[in-house]
């Protein structure tokens, strides 16, 4: 009994963490793992096999072949399609949600996500529809995705896995496709006739402009031979006037200088590129004995040829979280200029370097197309602009679908482990070029394989105390007068509500000993109640959180906390009136 106190208590924890969002979830797994292994419920020689688990081997392999993929020109090739959907919003949710959804199939539904978002928030921009209407319907398109094969989600991999390690065989990959594929198309159906209308019309991400208004915000000022600011730093620019300003490029001469350093010293008849609202302007030009330059727009020679602007949106695993725009220095550690935050559709009025960032902030850079390019990748954050899609090289592009197809049929014909196959794919496509080592390793979510890696032991402390079978004992008595029926009904809910406040790996992670401890219970097949914890696990509609994809588009959707459930409830009642007939019909009790 102390045993299965430690492990609740430490789940119970685990848990509010993750629901509060104060510090990661892959943090809070490890302090997890970190508790069930002092308290002596893991060992120490099995801490850190998860890390080894097929799970988390075969999701980091098929991060780098969807890497693979995207680098060819395979997903830009076809989505280039869209452009010829026209402006009717039906048509704009159906083409989206079922181009992302058959993506998310095949590879990471964050992935398939991030390549599509810019493509939607350009076709709301041209055909003058809100975004929201667009957005939510491909957040939960690749959601419904990742239901129709082994590789689609995490939590697939996870259930397979699980069911192999309890004496059966694991499902193999196109095993959830009977339910999956029926429910997402059930789900594709609901949302392109009727769901995308049920979605509250948000100003959402309009464009650059309308949401930053950059014009309203740059001035040029020239500094005279009488300027007290002569011979000083720029840095002392702030701190000498007691203006909440910042230099973003410096002109002197035939010399421009983007994103100048804070230790440059100011000379008589430089011209000082400046961001600050009308207040703070007004007050640099009195106390610093400046003058407006000239008449030309600055955010024209802020997006030129050697610089530009680029909006992009922080995401779940990005660095930034928490942090404040002083602690992360922009210029001094990337080489680029933070000019604007946006949260939730609004432009933050707040000094940016108090502004502390969150998960789905969309924020304006400025600087050289070289270092913006570095500082995306080194801050994690996804481009809200196509980024120059490429027709691709038809070579490349059938060499890579051939290495894809490989490992899929030698995965899916039992010729080898998908995990084994899928890792092959990866390297024989960075010994073909089609991706460097280092994008290799960009592209796997460090996060996400930490998540996993920490918890599966976590799992399988709540199995071996029986704490798994005390709760499935909890549930039979709650539910003896139930059928089966009614009892696979609960789970597939209660884990799609648990998806909702904790990550989907999490989730299918803690409820899949507790099904399968049911289903013994019951003296029944296990199948079908694991099959019921993978479709609840990918199912996250109600809440902004459950899913790094609903996280990614509350900024440019323009979405409130509550606005999920009105598409998401009416959703997740239909996958579930769906997939339990679907579930009992392909795998019997």
Not at 196 to 221: A, H, N, T
Not at 370 to 386: F, G, H, S, T
Request: aromatic content about 8%; glycine content about 8%; proline content about 5%.
């Amino acid at each position: 009994m102390l045993n299965q106190f430690i492990v609740f208590t430490v789940l119970l924890l685990s848990l509010i963490l993750f629901i509060q969002g104060r510090w990661r979830y892959d943090l809070v797994a490890l302090m997890a793992l970190l508790a069930v292994t002092v308290t002596g419920l893991v060992t120490g020689e099995q801490a850190f096999l998860g890390f080894g688990h097929p799970a988390v081997v075969t999701v980091a392999a098929v991060l780098v072949v969807s890497r693979g993929l995207q680098n060819a020109g395979v997903v830009e090739v076809i989505a280039r399609w869209l452009s010829r959907v026209g402006n009717r919003p039906t048509l704009q949710v159906a083409s989206l949600s079922g181009l992302v959804a058959a993506f998310s199939g095949f590879m990471n539904n964050v992935g398939a996500l991030a390549l599509l978002m810019p493509v939607g928030l350009r076709m709301a921009r041209s055909s003058k529809n809100s975004p929201s209407i667009l957005m939510m319907p491909l957040a939960f398109g690749s959601l419904l995705g990742g239901l129709i094969t082994l590789i689609g989600t995490p939590p697939n991999i996870i259930i397979a896995t699980f069911r192999a390690q309890n004496g059966g065989e694991p499902f193999r990959m196109f095993d959830f496709a009977p339910v999956g594929l029926g429910v997402a198309l059930a789900g594709l159906l609901f949302i392109t006739l009727v769901g995308w209308r049920l979605i509250p019309q948000r100003k959402g991400q309009g464009s650059r402009e309308e949401l930053f208004e950059v014009k309203d915000y740059l001035i040029e000022v020239s500094v005279p031979e009488k300027s007290k600011m002569v011979g000083k730093f720029l840095r002392d620019l702030e701190s000498f006037t007691e203006a909440d300003v910042m230099v973003l490029g410096l002109v002197r001469g035939d010399l421009n200088v983007m994103v100048p350093s804070r230790y440059e010293t100011i000379k008589s008849g430089d011209v000082l590129i400046v961001q600050g609202d009308s207040e703070d302007i007004k007050t640099l030009l009195n106390n610093a004995e400046l003058e407006v330059a000239s008449d030309r727009k600055p955010e024209e020679v802020l997006d030129s040829e050697d610089t530009s602007l680029l909006e992009v949106i922080v995401t779940m695993d990005s660095p930034m979280i928490n942090r404040t725009a002083a602690s992360l220095n922009f210029r001094w550690f990337y080489g680029v200029n933070l000019l604007a935050v946006a949260r939730r559709g609004m432009r933050l009025k707040e000094r940016l370097n108090k502004v502390r960032f969150e998960p789905g902030d969309i924020i304006l850079l400025q600087g050289k197309t070289d270092a913006l390019q570095e500082a995306v990748k080194a801050l994690r954050c996804l481009p809200l602009a196509e980024r120059g899609l490429k027709m691709g090289e038809p070579r490349r592009i059938l060499f890579s679908l051939a290495i894809f197809g490989a490992a899929l049929i030698i995965a899916a014909a039992g010729f080898l482990p998908i995990q084994v196959a899928f890792v092959s794919a990866a390297v024989v496509m960075i010994l073909a070029n089609l991706i460097t080592l280092r994008e290799a390793y960009e592209s796997i979510n460090w996060p996400v394989v930490i998540l996993l890696g920490a918890m599966i032991p976590v799992g399988q402390a709540l199995e071996s105390t029986g704490g798994a079978q005390t709760i499935a004992n909890i549930l039979l008595t709650f539910s003896s007068q139930l059928t089966p029926v009614i009892t696979i009904t609960i789970v597939l809910l209660g884990t799609m509500l648990l998806s909702n406040i904790i990550n989907n790996a999490a989730a299918a992670i803690l409820m899949a000993p507790i099904a399968v401890s049911i289903s013994e219970g019951l003296l029944v097949s296990a199948n079908p109640f694991l099959m019921s914890v993978a479709v609840g696990a990918s199912c996250a509609f109600l809440t902004p959180i459950g899913h790094q994809s609903n996280t990614l588009i509350l900024g440019p959707g323009g979405y409130k906390f509550n606005d999920y459930w009105r598409l998401g409830l009416p959703l997740s009642i239909i996958v579930t009136a769906v997939s339990i007939p679907l579930i009992l019909h392909f795998w019997p009790l």
